[in-house]
């Protein structure tokens, strides 16, 4: 496998994978020919506001053939929090078993680390099966960025 189109998921297996988070952009049928896949982690409301701060987010119109997309992680701040609220949740002895589910979910944990998973997967499966090259941004790159490109590197690594 890992030329374009061959071996390649079932299309309602990619939805689930990436949560239907940027789904339209996995299947390139060669109609819109893309050169380059610039995914920015953060959510686009946040790299427009960072705009005015002079950290904006890729221009395609300098890429030939680039095309851009938004994962909505995030950022060290939120993540933080959110783990350090559901380690807080897990480590309390006051936690009610029947509200589990819903106290988990209200620390924003699950969330946060499907919205890493996803965009690592989606980086790896536009490396692997479409064959592109992927040039992952966020405003500093220290955070998202770094998690997205480690992940992604061991899910097309074929020793995992």
Known sequence: GGSKGEDRPPTEFLRMLCGRNNESDLIMDGSNPCSLKIMDMRPKSAAMANRTQGY????????????????????????????????????????SNIQWMQLVENT?????????????????????????????????????????????????????
């Open 56 to 95: 904006g987010y890729e221009n395609t119109n300098y890429y030939r053939g680039a095309s851009i997309n938004f994962y909505g992680i995030g950022n060290i701040h939120a993540v933080r929090d959110s783990y350090q609220k559901v380690c807080a949740l897990c480590l309390s002895p006051n936690t």
């Open 108 to 160: 924003n944990w699950p969330s946060m680390t499907r919205l890493i998973l996803s965009a690592s997967w989606q980086t790896a499966f536009h490396v692997h099966y479409n064959r592109l090259p992927v040039l992952l941004h966020c405003s500093h790159g220290w955070d998202r960025t770094s998690q997205v490109a480690a992940l992604s590197h061991l899910l097309l690594d074929p020793y995992y």
